[in-house]
């Protein structure tokens, strides 16, 4: 980690979102020590985010997941593989399907609709753009607002790993926690 965590934060608000995350996560996360308690009000915005992603996205949330899940693996975030490893876990999804993502294209485990989500991030994340056929297989299996849901999920998971990655943030154990609360 290339800057040293502040543990405590100064504002309010950023005492109020680390304890709630704490209790729901098990640990204050990495990110909200050395990136939101040098900018508070990225605690709100960092709050919002997530309230979006839990509250306002229609996707089923295996699909959300898995949406978010696979550019953070093709980023190498490891911060965020294990934060959506441990969400997966609380949502009582399994972790089979997160582990397998790599090869989803000729997996099994994944239907055409996953695969068309995932073939869409995939080449959003490494290209910036995305084929017409590509978007085409996606209209297929999603109607508009879905669509407009995995392209923001991608957007903001590629903005998290270009948080996380430059900084040095790694796992924080956050998928072993959520792991030995299930058991």
């Known amino acids: 980690m290339r ?84 969400a997966a876990l609380y949502q009582h999804l399994s972790l089979e399907k997160i582990e397998a993502l790599p090869s989803y294209r000729t997996s099994p485990l994944f239907d055409d609709r996953e695969r068309a989500a995932l073939a869409y991030v995939e080449e959003a994340t490494r290209h910036k753009h995305v084929s017409d056929a590509t978007f085409a297989e996606l209209q297929r299996h999603f109607n508009e607002r879905e669509i407009v849901e995995i392209t923001w999920l991608n957007a903001l998971e590629n903005y998290y790993n270009l948080l996380n990655l430059p900084l040095g943030i790694e796992a924080d154990g956050l998928c072993a926690i959520a792991q030995r609360r299930a058991a």
């Open 3 to 86: 800057l040293t965590p502040i543990e405590r934060p100064a504002d309010l608000f950023g005492k109020v979102v680390s304890w709630m995350t704490k209790r729901r996560l098990g640990k204050v996360i990495t990110p909200m020590k050395v990136i939101y308690a040098r900018i508070p009000g990225l605690f709100r915005l960092a709050y919002q985010q997530v309230q979006i992603v839990e509250k306002q996205i229609s996707l089923p949330p295996a699909i959300n997941i898995l949406v978010r899940t696979w550019p953070a693996m093709i980023n190498e975030c490891t911060f965020c593989v294990d934060i959506a490893k441990a």
